[in-house]
């Protein structure tokens, strides 16, 4: 009984820790838009299967309950193994308009588990778009921020902080 219980924890934790976990952007980056941004991640992404080979990294924004595609970045090679970063071209303009300064996330797309990044900042060849208050609201009233991280962001280290927490667990009732 013991065993199965070990071994199933086991299998959970190799399973958690066969995603993928974006550490560049963080949510203190900044990119300019028509230079380059960094992108560093931690996991073997070839390790993913088919979905893993080359992986497209999109631009995104929104909320978690309404991530908007912005742009698709470029596209990781994961053939190799030790390849864990990479430089892309940030783009100016996307759809024939300058891209917008704001707060952005890249999705790394792996087939049904997407993974994202925090959101960080693109200075943009745009300005920021500014919204007016609405109609009748008082402007020293605060209002709730939206969080533009989708909701899958940190799925990776929330899994694996379980299965690890599990098998220590189960360690302990067999020591």
Same mark, same amino acid.
């Given at each position: ?10 299998? @959970? ?7 993928? &976990? ?21 996991g073997v992404c070839s390790n993913l299967g088919a979905d893993g080979k080359t992986v497209k990294v999109d631009i995104i924004n929104g909320p978690a309950d309404s991530v ?18 990479? &430089? ?7 759809q024939g308009s300058p891209l917008e300064t704001g707060k952005y996330s890249l999705r790394f797309n792996l087939g049904p588990n997407p993974q994202y990044s925090p959101a ?40 694996? @902080? ?14």
């Open positions: 009984m013991k065993f199965a219980v070990v071994a199933a924890l086991a299998l @959970a934790a190799v399973a958690s820790a066969q995603n993928l &976990q974006i550490n560049d952007p963080t949510p203190t980056t900044t990119w300019e838009a028509g230079k380059t941004g960094y992108i560093r991640w931690t908007h595609f912005i742009t698709q970045l470029g596209v990781i090679d994961c053939t190799v193994a030790s390849n864990n970063s990479i &430089q892309l071209p940030v783009p100016k303009d996307v960080f900042t693109i200075n943009g060849a745009a300005p920021a778009p500014v919204t007016p208050p609405p109609t009748g609201s008082n402007p020293s009233t605060p209002s709730p921020s939206a969080n533009p991280k989708p909701a899958a962001a940190n799925t990776l280290v929330a899994g694996s @902080a379980l299965a690890m927490a599990a098998a220590a667990a189960a360690a302990q009732l067999i020591l």
